[in-house]
């Protein structure tokens, strides 16, 4: 079956968000194969986010994604990838639709887009390379 790579960001479990987070998931019928709460490195987030490095906003990116703790998730189901992408939302949570993880549950306002709570993988070889880097050994 389809596997993604989905992270609840910092400000997701700071504000307590994280059971919200996986409960909507497993509501939508996608199985937690792995669930993990970690802290990232600067080295892990040069990997999972390489296709960013450069841009104006990838440094306060890894910085707040280095601020505190992330759940680390590989959800799996028919479609996942593209179906947990639509669970999640647009990227800016301002923009987001009600009814999505971030349309629903917004973000720290008054900080940056970033703080948009969860990541999700985007294609299936993104998939596959993320959940190599978070769980070495799945
Ligand atoms: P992810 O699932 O987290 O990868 O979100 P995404 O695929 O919707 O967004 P993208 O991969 O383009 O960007 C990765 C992350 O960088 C986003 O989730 C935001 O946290 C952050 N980000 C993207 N664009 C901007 C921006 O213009 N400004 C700021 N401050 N952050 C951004
Ligand atoms: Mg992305």
Do not use: C
Not at 1 to 27: C, H, M, N, Y
Not at 123 to 135: D, T, V, Y
Request: proline content about 6%; charged content about 20%.
């Amino acid at each position: 079956t389809e596997r993604t790579l989905v992270l609840v960001k910092p400000d997701g479990v700071r504000r307590g968000l994280s059971g919200e987070i996986l409960r909507r998931i497993e509501a939508k019928g996608y199985v937690l194969a792995a669930v993990e709460l970690r802290t990232a490195t600067p080295e892990l987030l040069a990997q999972h986010y390489a296709e960013h490095q450069g841009k104006p906003f990838y440094e306060p990116l890894v910085e707040f994604m280095l601020s505190g703790p992330i759940l680390a998730v590989v959800a799996e189901g028919q479609g996942a990838v593209a179906g947990f992408r639509s669970l999640a939302g647009a990227t800016d949570p301002t923009a987001a639709a009600p009814g999505t993880i971030r349309g629903d549950l917004g973000r720290d306002w008054g900080l940056k887009v970033q703080q948009n709570l969860v990541h999700g993988s985007d294609s299936q070889e993104s998939a596959a390379r993320e959940i190599g880097l978070w769980f070495p050994g799945v």
